[in-house]
């Protein structure tokens, strides 16, 4: 099975945490956990898996989606201060993200509340 979040190594068994077996991507180091955090709404897990990506690898390839949604769970939990650079990022980093228009609009609200 091909990773959904990069497409291209397949996932190797690991563990997410003791006792709890899945199916992990080197090349993300964790983003798929986080986004499925993400999606699950369990916004600290999602904060905690993105930042590690970032901390981590600098230079992955799919930063964009990491920053996107880091942002939205920062927002999620009225972490607004923090959640804008993200967004900011995200915009100057990677003008052709699939995540920009989202990101404009987002951005905008946050910056108006």
């Not at 798929?32 to 897990?45: K, T």
């Not at 972490?79 to 900011?88: G, V």
Request: charged share 30%; with cysteine.
């Amino acid at each position: 099975m091909k990773c959904p979040v990069c497409k291209t190594p397949d996932l190797r068994p690991t563990m997410i945490e003791e006792l709890l077996p899945a199916m992990g991507c080197e090349q993300c180091k964790g983003s798929l956990v986080g986004l499925l955090y993400y999606r699950q709404r369990w916004d600290v897990g999602a904060i905690d898996r993105f930042r590690e990506v970032l901390r981590d690898d600098p230079d992955y390839t799919g930063r964009d989606s990491v920053y996107f949604y880091l942002a939205e769970s920062l927002a999620r939990t009225d972490k607004t201060p923090e959640a804008i650079p993200y967004f900011e990022r995200l915009l100057a980093e990677f003008p052709s993200s699939e995540h920009v228009e989202d990101a404009k609009v987002r951005l905008q609200a946050l910056k108006n509340q």
